[in-house]
């Protein structure tokens, strides 16, 4: 299993308007193989951030998911709101150490 932390930056006037589409593209990349862990909103330091962490069973299923999401006739409303949203965006990909409670 790898997972992946996402976490953006959402213009403070359209914080709204993003969690009401987020999930929308949380759906979509579960149908492409992707499991949600959590999303969080920062309450203590860069107020206008959200953090998102998800899983694929490999580094594989990860980019098949990420190549598959631009292709979905359900990603591109979405994705042209999203888009539209995030000021700045970083990814990371962690893969779990041999004691890590998350396999």
Known sequence: M???YYK???ARDREKE???NF???MKILGKH???????WTVEMGPTNQVLFIWAAESLA???KALAQLPQDPEMKPVGEVLYS???DSERWLLRPTEYSPLK
């Not at 193989?33 to 999303?39: C, D, E, L, R």
């Open 33 to 39: 193989g992707a499991k949600s862990i959590g999303v």
């Open 18 to 20: 993003f969690h009401e």
């Open 2 to 4: 790898v997972y992946i």
């Open 23 to 25: 999930p929308k593209m």
């Open 61 to 63: 299923a990860y980019e």
């Open 85 to 87: 949203i995030y000021t």
């Open 8 to 10: 953006t930056k959402v």
